[in-house]
């Protein structure tokens, strides 16, 4: 993704507190440093750390628990398909689009 240096210290912070990631990125679009477009890429670039994140740290070991281990990475498998899938798929709408 083309992004560029001054958007790369926001990928981190989604991870670390969306909330200030989103103040962040406003006030740097308010300084004309950061588009629209350059702002949506980036958050949905740390959004994808996080659902990845979320998926192996939450889903995992909960789904395991519930339903054993074969049947949770199945049901996790589509999940996280459908939803990192829809992610990349947002993000290469907005790479080629705008």
Do not use: C
């Amino acid at each position: 993704m083309p992004l560029p240096p001054e958007v790369l210290a926001i990928i981190p912070l989604v991870v670390a507190n969306p909330t200030a990631a989103y103040v962040t990125v406003a006030d740097l679009m308010e300084t004309d440093v950061l588009n629209l477009k350059l702002a949506l890429l980036t958050l949905f670039a740390g959004n994808l750390l996080v659902s990845t994140r979320y998926i192996l740290t939450h889903r995992l070991p909960y789904y395991s628990g519930i339903f054993g281990p074969v049947l949770s990475l199945k049901i996790i498998t589509v999940s996280a398909g459908l939803r990192l899938g829809l992610t990349v798929l947002m993000i290469l709408t907005l790479v080629l689009a705008l």
